[in-house]
Nanobody, 122 residues
Framework: QVQLVESGGGLVQAGGSLRLSCAAS????????MGWFRQAPGKEREFVAA???????????SYADSVKGRFTISRDNAKGTGYLQMNRLTPEDTAVYYC????????????WGQGTQVTVSS
């Protein structure tokens, strides 16, 4: 049974930082693209960042324009855990953050976590 469990959310002031974690179990973690998404109240879920296997010796990361330069996605395959380091947070970053996993470089995320709330106060 595949499980993705997020942690690290909370309340932070604007300009602050948070680090989200996503602990995966039940899947060959290193072979999966790991992504982060978020959903703010009244809005649709949106892509935040992803990190995928390049097919060679490294991973490639990608970001939404709204977080580029502020957020950093990473992974520790030995621990089966992904991370999202979020710096210079703004109230517009307030949302429930979800991690998700897709096999290889597939665009379809088959597995999702339950989400963790991030609230940024002004």
């Amino acid at each position: 049974q595949v499980q993705l469990v997020e942690s690290g959310g909370g309340l932070v002031q604007a300009g602050g930082s948070l680090r989200l974690s996503c602990a995966a179990s039940g899947l060959a973690f290193s072979m999966y693209t790991m992504g982060w998404f978020r959903q703010a109240p009244g809005k649709e879920r949106e892509f935040v960042a992803a990190i995928r296997w390049s097919g060679q010796t490294n991973y490639i990361d990608s970001y939404a324009d709204s977080v580029k330069g502020r957020f950093t996605i990473s992974r520790d395959n030995a621990k089966g855990t992904g991370y999202l380091q979020m710096n210079r947070l703004t109230p517009e970053d307030t949302a429930v953050y979800y991690c998700a996993a897709a096999w290889g470089s597939s665009p379809k995320y088959a597995y999702w976590g339950q989400g963790t709330q991030v609230t940024v106060s002004s």
